[in-house]
Structures are given as structure tokens and as C-alpha cells.
């Protein structure tokens, strides 16, 4: 069995984010902790993963195959999964044979790893990919990089309810929109898919402008047949995926000590600096109140340092 029992995850917590720049313009936040949700297992990759690992449960198969980078925090939640729920996992990394805290933990987890070198792994989209992978371990099911698409959006939607069922903790009776951090564009998606209209969802690209992250967001809400599609996407790429300048480092500063929540610079960091803009622009009315959802990401900044 690779599907988790029901349940089985705890819930991501629902706290309330005070910083001064929110309070100025009236602009409630609360922030829903994927970075909690367990000591090994964390972030939005759990989520996108649930559903790729039920097909591969009605598919019989005893394991997952999927590939990522030597930082991927995809890898490090299916490895997490693997060793928790007891099933057998295998990674195909981009580029040559290199430790990293990410590479340890996935080898500490259990999972095989193959590395593909970078002309191999560019060719992970080719047809014919993965045949030979799955000559070489029939038993495993392939999961795409960063178990996106349709069923990985579908993983997501329970963040929904876990914010619904939380509201009330915190003094809210509602909400008007989501924030979060986009790579792919999975994880909005799910929450599109969720809200089916009932509330905008505001994505904060990681990734610059021309990565085709709207395509993929229409892509899968289409071939889910919704059309009560609502969200908008805001370039919060600072020139370029993994990019990083130091007003970003000094803003995630002095939030991590204003807040005490913990951001690494590539997704969190930059979404939540991407909403202050756009909170001091004007471009929320006194009063709103939005989910800032926290998409985890902190396992990949240990290796963060030592490269920049
Ligand atoms: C992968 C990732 C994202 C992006 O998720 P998508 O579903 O690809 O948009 C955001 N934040 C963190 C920390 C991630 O690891």
C-alpha cells in the first residue's frame, strides 16, 4: 500500500501574521504552516504527491520512480513518504554525483538514486523517456517532476479544508483570497479547483514571466472541466528562478524576526515580499483578509549557502 491512511498527515497549522506593513494598510493575513505538517515530510510536495500515490496503489505498483534536482524538495518529500508509508522509492537526479543535505537525507530515506547528467535529464520530456526506467523496475510507478499535473493539483485541494476548518480558531468567519508562492502553477491550480470562483487565488511566480505557468494553470483546470477558474499571477521572480539580492535576503530578515516563520529565499521569501509590494500599491481595500499559504521549502535552503 503507498496510499496514506486517512488522516494520517496531522493538519498544517492556521496562525495569524502580524507584520507592520500589513497592519498599516488594514490588510489581515493568516498563514497556513505546510512547513509544519510533520519533522520529515514538508511543504506542498506532500500534497502534490497524495494522489500520484493512489493511482500508483490502484496500479499495483510497490514504489514511485521521479526525478529532481540535488536541492529538489519533490525528491525529499517522496523519499520522506517512502520511508514513513514503508514503500520503495527511486530518484533520477540532473547532473553528476554531488553531496548535498538534500542528497543525504534522500540516501538516509532509502531512495535509489541514478544520476542523469544534464543532457540527460533535458531529455526527461522526450518520447521513449521513460521505457527504459521502467524495464529496469516494473514494479514502480513514474511520478513527472515535481508530481505536477492534474492529479497533483487534485492532492492539493484538501488545503481548502484544512483552512476552513481552522477559520474559527483564529476569530475569522471568512476570508477574500490566497497568496502563495508558483512554480508549475500545481499547487494554485488545486486551490482554483477548490474554490471553484468562491475566492480569488493570487499566485506569486517564482519563475519568470515566459515559463508558461498561466498555460499550465488553464491546462489543468480545463481537463478538470471547471470554468469557474479565479486567480491571478504576479511576476515575484526577481529577474530569474533561484535569483537572489540582497533586499530580498534583508526583507526575509527582518520578517523571520518580526514573525519568528522561517522563509528561504527562493519561493517563500520572495512570495511574501511579492505581496508586500502589492499590498503597499493598494492593490487590496482596507479590511481584506487573505491565506498566506507557507509552501515549506526549508530542507533545500540548507544547501542554499554554500552556493551563493
Ligand atoms: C515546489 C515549490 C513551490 C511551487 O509549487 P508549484 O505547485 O510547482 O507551483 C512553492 N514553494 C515551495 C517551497 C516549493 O518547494
Redesign the pocket.
Known sequence: MLSPPANWLPQAPLEPLQLDWLGAARIEVAILRLDQIDPLIS???WF?LIEHLNAADRAGAEGIISLGGAHS??LHALAAAGKRLGFATVGLLRGHPQQTPTVKDLQAFGMQLHWLGYGGYRARHEAGFWQPWQSRYPTLHPVPE?G?GLPGARGCMQLRAQVSAQLASIGWSGYDGWWL????????AGLVLAEAGAHPVYGAL?VPDDHGVAQQVERIVEEAGETRALYELFDASRGGFARVDPALLEFIEKTENASGIPLEPL??GKAMLALKQQVEAGKFAPGTRLIFIH???LQGLRGFGSQH
Open positions: 511543504g506542498n510536495k502534490k524538495n519533490h515535481g505536477g508562492a508558483c512554480g508549475t502553477g500545481t499547487t494554485l517564482a519561493y517563500t509552501t515549506g521549502g
